[in-house]
């Protein structure tokens, strides 16, 4: 009823008006996306870039630990207690504030703390294998416990089904 009471030229001026407000509509939806994309893109490069980094870190584990272990009077056992006992000091303010705020609960801190005396305990191991081998041998070595953990979660998988077969291709990621 209002439109019929415009003149044709307050009509079209309206008609205008409309066809911006869904077009400036159309502009801040895409720009929306564009942020997001870009966010994702971000995101999805920073993990990558971080991924990057531990693995190298993770590579310089073994020289670094050849060298160190070169020293005279390095004991591989307090190296390996030296290290682990540093990353668990650095760990510990932010598992009591994690705990106290509820966000873990104790048994999930007891069963981080049991798993990972469990890793600090193969990493001895390892430090102790640096004094017999190269670090390239240690490094190639070590990184064959994916393929190892891959082969038991399989047989384990196997013997707690009935009538399930071993399938290698589940070991392929491996």
Known sequence: EVTQQLEPQQLQLL???????IDVQEVK???AKVG???????????????IIVLCA????????????????GVDSG???LTRF??????????????????SIDWETAKGAAICGSWVAFG???????LMTTTASKSCVICS???????????????ASSNGSKFNISKLLPA
């Not at 870009?38 to 995101?43: G, H, I, M, V």
């Not at 999805?44 to 971080?50: D, I, P």
């Not at 990493?123 to 294998?129: M, R």
């Open 15 to 21: 008609q205008v008006r409309q066809q911006i407000e």
């Open 57 to 72: 870190l993770w590579a310089s584990n073994f020289p670094a630990a050849k060298m160190i272990m070169a020293e005279p």
């Open 78 to 80: 307090i190296y390996a």
């Open 36 to 50: 997001t994309e870009e966010d994702n893109w971000l995101a999805g490069t920073f993990w990558r870039g971080s």
């Open 85 to 102: 006992s540093i990353a668990a000091l650095a760990l510990l303010p932010g598992s009591i504030v994690s705990i106290r705020k509820g």
């Open 29 to 31: 939806i895409e720009e």
């Open 144 to 158: 064959m416990h994916c393929v190892f953990v891959a082969a038991i979660a399989e047989y384990t998988r196997v």
């Open 123 to 129: 990493y001895l191991g390892q430090t102790l294998g």
